[in-house]
């Protein structure tokens, strides 16, 4: 009996900790956001998350460590998105119109998240700088791997010019980035899940007058 108490009680402890964390990477995300890396205090951070400054030193041990954890969950969740919409769709087509899709409705829904992502990172301290470029290039490397893979099957399916799969998931990818930085430089000022069809028909139909 006490044992099943006190497993009831760590769960409830491991439970709250989660909720108290995420309430914390919500509000940096705010505040990083809105001022970046270097204007941005602890001291903010906890303010805006309602939390004592040494009740967030109990989740993060500094600034860095608090910067690079909402960095990864940040990419995490967009990855898992488009895993999951992609395993869920038949057809290489639908599978590319399903993840141009889900990434642009995640950005305009959650845009904090693409200034988190984008912020420069050339003046970060060598070791935030080095780690963030390491998760940077491994996420880029499975997203094009993921993307190639859709087109190989599109070649498969004769559904797909038999170009490298490789040289065309780096095109396709080049308009999405593109499509987020124009949006993101007109203050969005237009919905970029409209743009969507229209980056489809350039990826697939090219621009040369036929």
Do not use: C
């Not at 009831?8 to 989660?18: P, T």
């Not at 038949?90 to 829904?109: D, H, P």
């Not at 190989?152 to 038999?162: D, L, N, S």
């Amino acid at each position: 009996m006490v044992k099943k108490t006190t497993e009831k009680a760590l769960s409830r402890k491991e439970r709250e900790f989660e909720a108290r964390r995420k309430e914390i990477l919500s509000a940096a995300l705010r505040v990083f956001s809105q001022k970046g890396y270097h204007q941005t205090s602890m001291n903010e951070i906890a303010k805006e998350a309602e939390f004592s400054i040494g009740s967030l030193y109990n989740f993060f041990k500094d600034k860095e460590d608090l910067f690079l954890t909402l960095f990864k969950e940040q990419l995490n969740e967009i990855t898992q998105k488009v895993n999951e919409i992609v395993e869920h769709t038949v057809g290489a087509r639908e599978k590319l119109e399903a993840l141009i899709n889900t990434l642009f409705s995640y950005f305009e829904t959650n845009w904090e998240a693409i200034r988190i992502i984008s912020l420069s990172h050339q003046d970060f301290e060598s070791s935030l700088k080095n780690d963030i470029g390491n998760v940077i290039r491994e996420g880029h490397l499975r997203f094009i791997q993921l993307v190639a893979r859709i087109l190989q099957q599109g070649i498969e399916q004769g559904a797909i010019k038999p170009f490298k799969p490789e040289e065309m998931a780096l095109g396709l990818i080049g308009l999405i980035n593109g499509s987020i930085y124009l949006w993101l430089e007109s203050n969005r000022a237009y919905s970029l899940k409209d743009r969507a069809q229209g980056l489809m028909d350039i990826f697939y139909n090219g621009v040369a007058k036929k």
